[in-house]
């Protein structure tokens, strides 16, 4: 399959809605620059949460998976002053790169950074009565994303919106026997999330910049 107008369109849409300032712009180079994977969402994915962000009236949001706050910064700029968004990290170097980016956004007092593993971090947010978040963005390791979004869910209230990035891996979710433990992770999250009658979920697929993947979107009961 030719890829390329994929690629192609994305740019096109992004040139026409002008997607990226320089704060955006800012966290990209620092990517490239401090040699962090280059694994962000997209402008035009970026703008897609923060309108459904908008959509969700959101207050308070939770992301896990900050890498340089690029999904961040997009995600923080759909809330309003008195709005909170508290991202995890576990990279260090990540965490400091973002709190940079972060603060040049001039969201520093909005945003909050959590290091440490999401499946420690999860637990003490519950525990601190940090929720009910109004909308959910899970983008860290693969493999834990059922759990994940198990303590999205007790993190939550009826009507907040989770979104899970990178639930089809170019299509490699088909492979039963796919060895990569990515796709295993996803896989085992797409089956239960699927399953689970708390939610109303889908997954739409996501093509352009970024390779072939898919968002998994859910409205908690
Ligand atoms: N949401 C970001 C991209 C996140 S990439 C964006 O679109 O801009 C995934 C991030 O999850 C990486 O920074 C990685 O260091 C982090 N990560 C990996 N394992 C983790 C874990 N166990 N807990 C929290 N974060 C983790
Ligand atoms: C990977 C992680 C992501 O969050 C993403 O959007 C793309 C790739 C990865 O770990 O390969
Ligand atoms: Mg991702």
């Known amino acids: ?62 992301e896990i998976g900050t890498l340089a706050g690029y999904s961040t910064i997009w995600l923080a700029r759909a809330l309003p002053e008195d709005g909170k968004l508290i991202t995890l990290e576990y990279e260090p170097l990540h965490a400091r790169v973002a709190q940079k980016n972060i603060d ?42 059922k759990e994940y979004f198990d303590w999205s869910l007790k993190l939550s209230r009826p009507g907040s919106l989770i979104v899970a990035d990178n639930v089809i891996r170019e299509g490699k979710v088909l492979n039963d026997k796919s060895p990569d433990e990515m796709v295993a992770g996803v896989k085992r999250f797409n089956a239960a999330l699927a399953a689970n009658p ?21 409205i908690v009961k």
């Open 104 to 145: 040049h956004a001039g969201l520093g007092s909005i945003v909050e950074i959590r290091e440490g593993k999401g499946i420690d971090l999860l637990p003490k947010l519950v525990e601190e009565g940090a929720g009910p978040f109004d909308m959910i963005f899970i983008d860290a390791d693969k493999p834990p994303y």
């Open 198 to 218: 708390a939610v109303t979920a889908t997954i739409i697929q996501t093509v352009g910049a970024k390779e072939h993947d898919g968002m998994a979107l859910a």
């Open 1 to 62: 399959m030719d890829l390329k107008i994929f690629g192609a369109v994305d740019d096109y849409i992004t040139g026409l809605f002008e997607q990226e300032d320089s704060s955006l712009a800012a966290t990209e180079q620092s990517i490239k620059e401090s040699n962090i994977p280059r694994i962000s969402i997209s402008p035009n994915q970026g703008k897609f949460l923060q309108m459904l962000a908008r959509l969700c009236h959101a207050k308070k949001i939770l």
